[in-house]
T-cell receptor
Framework: DAGITQSPRHKVTETGTPVTLRCHQT?????MYWYRQDPGHGLRLIHY???????DKGEVSDGYSVSRSKTEDFLLTLESATSSQTSVYFC??????????????FGPGTRLTVT | QKEVEQDPGPLSVPEGAIVSLNCTYS??????FMWYRQYSRKGPELLMY????GNKEDGRFTAQVDKSSKYISLFIRDSQPSDSATYLC?????????????FGTGTRLQVML
């Protein structure tokens, strides 16, 4: 599992409330990602980070913000949750192999329901 | 049209069958290709990783890439009920170092006893 944990694993929240999801990794990986997974859409990149305080937007970043103040933690915040943000959220990391090839590993996911 | 197309299935096969899972893509810059397996309510698990065209084998699994046709395949030999899962293809153009992946929507596989 590449040492990735996500918290909480399940959350139900109301429309308009702020929500923060946490991704924690223990192996000092530089690159971290947040994806959402929805039926018919597969996995879509929300934001990613290439180092402490270095982040960038992905394909579906509207309504989300991220922060990375420590190598091991990557936080995803929904400032004001909407029902369209009901989804399963996955954190991922990239490992860099000898020869500069890349492999991406995923955490167990957070199931978020916005009512 | 999506950049990566994948038949959602479900694909039902008897135990012991050879399974063929496929993806097509439109971005000719893609050069890293991956297959993930995802069990229900779990995170995707990296199965196979290939670079450019050709075949790669790992046990009962073979990944095949045909860049000229923009077509990738995953073959599973001697399929088992434990192979029942959703299989996701993913690919990257590997520009820069962030390795952003583009995923197919996944094919659900059921291996019947």
């Amino acid at each position: 599992d590449a040492g990735i944990t996500q918290s909480p694993r399940h959350k139900v929240t109301e429309t308009g409330t702020p929500v923060t999801l946490r991704c924690h990794q223990t192996e000092n990986h530089r690159y971290m990602y947040w994806y959402r997974q929805d039926p018919g859409h597969g996995l879509r990149l929300i934001h990613y980070s290439y180092g402490v305080k270095d982040t960038d937007k992905g394909e579906v970043s509207d309504g989300y913000s991220v922060s990375r103040s420590k190598t091991e933690d990557f936080l995803l915040t929904l400032e004001s949750a909407t029902s369209s943000q009901t989804s399963v959220y996955f954190c991922a990391i990239t490992t860099i192999n000898p020869g500069q090839t890349y492999e991406q590993y995923f955490g167990p996911g957070t199931r978020l329901t916005v009512t | 049209q999506k950049e990566v197309e994948q038949d959602p299935g479900p694909l039902s096969v008897p135990e012991g069958a050879i399974v063929s899972l496929n993806c097509t893509y439109s971005n000719s810059a893609f050069q890293y290709f991956m297959w993930y397996r995802q069990y229900s309510r779990k995170g995707p698990e990296l199965l196979m990783y290939t670079y450019s065209s050709g075949n790669k084998e790992d046990g009962r699994f073979t990944a095949q890439v045909d860049k000229s046709s923009k077509y990738i395949s995953l073959f599973i030999r001697d399929s088992q009920p434990s192979d029942s899962a959703t299989y996701l293809c993913a690919m990257s153009d590997h520009t820069g170092t962030a390795s952003k992946l583009t995923f197919g929507t996944g094919t659900r596989l059921q291996v019947m006893l």
